[in-house]
Structures are given as structure tokens and as C-alpha cells.
């Protein structure tokens, strides 16, 4: 699996690439990482890549060009498959041989929410071409050609893609097999179907009482099936209150049981 990210500050990308228990999907070459400029396809003495909108108005856009050329330098790249080839800007060994363009990604607003299951999709897939957006915006023009998805962290407004590419990356990176410490543990994260997609429960560690608070008693009995019990009633409890449109959506997919029906029924009661 490869990624491409097109990006006016590739120097953000390393530290991510070397600290934290996801580097072990970039080492071990799983995933790689090629980072691209599109100043280095600028013209100019100053290798302009952005310019003032047109109509007027606040902030500068993105030029089409300098990003194009980036990207048809980036599929290129990923067509020939050479690991001597493109950029100097590398991470992880090996290549696959790119048969097909791969999808071309831009973090915007318009785009929709990322959430578990395309996390799920993309960590399944190539990989894919990121494009982090600088200043107010891209010329549209570029991204009627070029782009095919694009994709929001939420709604707010970030300075750049970047740490939406960076968030995509994670989540992909901690799907893959052999990263995680135990290879279950992301099933049980909040959204997972294994939790019917609800919000994982709270967990504890030693000391048993802390600060004068104690761990619930029900993780302290070693009974495993009374501590599975407390945890999907907590789940079912955190996901009631925290996000319904949750709950909502595992009611009207068959997700909850008769127990599950009565855990939450008993929140209501006076």
C-alpha cells in the first residue's frame, strides 16, 4: 500500500514516520509514504504556487499548475513502481506495480465526514493520492480535472490538509496487521462493528483506588462474564448520552439485543 501526498510543508510528515506504535507499518514497509512539493513544479524565481482570486477577496489560491504538474510527476511515479524513482522523500521499502490510477483525495470542507468504515475501505485498499490545500483555497479547475474524492475531518476549517492527511494515515496505519501490540485490540475501539459501532466503554487500571475513587468492582471479580456485561452497559450508557445518532443507527440495524433494550430502559427511569 503506498500514499502519495502532494504538500507545500512535507518537512510536517517525519516526526509521524519514526515515534509512536504506528511507525511499525512504515518500517516494515506495509505502507509507503512519498511526499511531493508542488513547489519543485513552480516557475519562477520564487516558485510561486499561489496567486490572488479572482472577483477579489481575502486570502490567495492555490495555482493549478504547480499542483498539476506535482501530480502527474506523482502517478508517474507510482506507474514506473521504481524504488530509486521520483522525489527524495521516502518512506518504507518496496513497491507494488501500479496496474491502474489510484484514487486522487482532497481534504475540504465539501467533502464527507471520515469515519470508521471508510478508514476500513482505505485501509483495505492502493493507497492513494493525498493533497493537502494551502491559503484560501485550490483553483477549482484543478479539482474538476483532477480530483476523484474528497474527504473532511469535520466542520471546522484547518490552515492546511495536512493534519487531515496525517489523520487519515493513522487510522490506516494502526489497521494494519502486525502494527497494534494485540491484533484485536482495534476491534474493540469506538465505531468498530464489533461494537455494533457504539463508543467503547471506560477503562481502568492499577491503582485499584485512586485519589479516594476506586475501580468498578465489576472489572476487580474476575468473573469475565459480568465484566463483559458491565462493559456493554457502559458502552450502551456512554453512546446514549454522548451520541444518540449511534445508537440510532445500531438500533435500526438489528444490532441491539433484548438485554441491550432493558440497560437502556433503565437509564430512563426516575
Not at 40 to 47: C, F, I, K, M, S
Not at 144 to 164: K, M, N, Y
Amino acid at each position: 500500500m503506498r500514499f502519495d501526498v502532494l504538500t507545500l510543508f512535507p518537512e510536517l510528515f517525519a516526526p509521524f514516520l519514526h515515534a509512536g506504535i504506528t511507525r511499525r507499518a512504515w518500517a516494515d514497509g506495509q505502507m509507503r509514504l512519498k511526499l511531493w512539493n508542488p513547489r519543485d513544479w513552480a516557475e519562477g524565481r520564487y516558485r510561486r504556487v499561489d496567486d490572488r482570486p479572482f472577483g477579489g477577496g481575502p486570502g490567495m489560491v492555490m495555482l493549478a499548475e504547480p499542483l498539476a504538474r506535482c501530480l502527474a510527476a506523482a502517478q508517474a511515479d507510482r506507474l514506473a513502481s521504481g524504488p530509486q524513482s521520483g522525489q527524495p522523500h521516502e518512506a518504507g521499502q518496496g513497491a507494488e506495480q501500479e496496474s491502474a490510477p489510484v484514487p486522487v483525495v482532497l481534504f475540504s470542507p465539501t467533502g464527507p465526514r471520515l469515519n470508521h468504515a471508510a478508514v476500513q475501505s482505505w485501509a483495505a485498499s492502493r493507497g492513494a493520492i493525498l493533497i493537502c490545500g494551502r491559503y484560501e483555497g485550490i483553483d477549482q479547475r484543478f479539482i474538476d480535472r483532477h480530483v476523484t474524492h474528497q474527504i473532511s475531518l469535520g466542520d471546522f476549517v484547518l490552515s492546511g490538509g495536512e493534519i487531515a492527511a496525517l489523520a487519515l494515515l493513522d487510522a490506516v496505519a494502526r489497521l494494519q496487521p502486525g502494527v497494534l501490540g494485540d491484533a484485536g485490540s482495534h476491534q474493540l475501539d469506538s465505531f468498530n462493528p464489533a461494537l455494533d459501532g457504539l463508543l467503547d466503554c471506560p477503562h481502568y487500571t492499577r491503582p485499584e483506588v485512586w485519589q479516594g475513587q476506586s475501580a468498578p468492582a465489576e472489572l476487580l471479580s474476575g468473573h469475565h462474564a459480568r465484566i463483559e456485561q458491565w462493559r456493554r452497559a457502559q458502552s450502551l450508557q456512554l453512546t446514549a448520552r454522548q451520541r444518540p445518532d449511534l445508537l440510532a443507527a445500531a438500533r435500526a440495524a438489528g444490532c441491539l439485543t433484548a438485554q441491550d433494550e432493558q440497560t437502556l430502559a433503565a437509564l430512563n427511569k426516575p
